[in-house]
Antibody
Framework: EVQLVESGGGLVQPGRSLRLSCAAS????????MHWVRQAPGKGLEWVSG????????GYADSVKGRFTISRDNAKSSLYLQINSLRVEDTALYSC????????????WGQGTMVTVSS | DTVMTQSPDSLAVSLGERATINCESS????????????LAWYQQKPGQPPKLLFY???TRESGVPDRFSGSGSGTDFTLTISSLQAEDVAVYYC?????????FGQGTKLEIK
């Protein structure tokens, strides 16, 4: 079964850091680009960051640029998001998503990991 | 950045009736070299991650019922459900993946009337 499972979320104080992980299974991870998308409670979807299959191409939303770092370990079939200098407005469910090989859209999504930033 | 604007924000339709959701992009998402519109539609039910319905604006993802259709080109797109079923209650999002940031519309909440 094709699956993405996120972990690493939690309750953190403003200014602190977190590292989110996304474990992929059921497909050849290094064949696919990957992205992080977040959803604040009761709000819509916001693209956060994306990375190409070989880490050669990386992009960030302006709202996270300079604070978030996306990376991947193809040997471990894992995607990561290092989040620094957390802000209250970063509170959201963070989900990883796979880019479809033929669609180029986000065809597989994880259930997400919740990040709550509060003092 | 390309701004995606959906209309309406919410929609109530009777079972068996047609539901139409519109999506407008502030810039064209049609890539001229391959004539593809980099526009996707997703369905999100409560407590679930989004599910891809359409890519290239009108190509149905495997397993999506054919009562769903996607259309449009350039900057104007439409998601249509020809005969609403109870299981179609969800929030629907369009997304452009033509250029980063890959922006989403604000979502359209579809309910039963």
């Amino acid at each position: 079964e094709v699956q993405l499972v996120e972990s690493g979320g939690g309750l953190v104080q403003p200014g602190r850091s977190l590292r989110l992980s996304c474990a992929a299974s059921g497909f050849t991870f290094d064949d696919y680009a990957m992205h992080w998308v977040r959803q604040a409670p009761g709000k819509g979807l916001e693209w956060v960051s994306g990375i190409s299959w070989n880490s050669g191409g990386i992009g960030y939303a302006d709202s996270v640029k300079g604070r978030f770092t996306i990376s991947r370990d193809n040997a471990k079939s894992s995607l990561y998001l290092q989040i620094n200098s957390l802000r209250v407005e970063d509170t959201a469910l963070y989900s990883c998503a796979r880019v479809g090989k033929y669609s180029s859209a986000f065809d597989i999504w994880g259930q997400g990991t919740m990040v709550t930033v509060s003092s | 950045d390309t701004v995606m604007t959906q209309s309406p924000d919410s929609l109530a339709v009777s079972l068996g009736e047609r539901a139409t959701i519109n999506c407008e992009s502030s810039q064209s998402v049609l890539y001229s070299s391959n004539n593809k519109n980099y526009l996707a539609w997703y369905q999100q039910k409560p407590g679930q991650p989004p599910k891809l319905l359409f890519y290239w604006a009108s190509t149905r993802e495997s397993g999506v019922p054919d009562r769903f259709s996607g259309s449009g080109s350039g900057t104007d797109f439409t998601l249509t459900i020809s005969s609403l079923q109870a299981e179609d209650v969800a929030v629907y999002y369009c997304q452009q993946y033509y250029s980063t940031p890959y922006t989403f519309g604000q979502g359209t909440k579809l309910e039963i009337k």
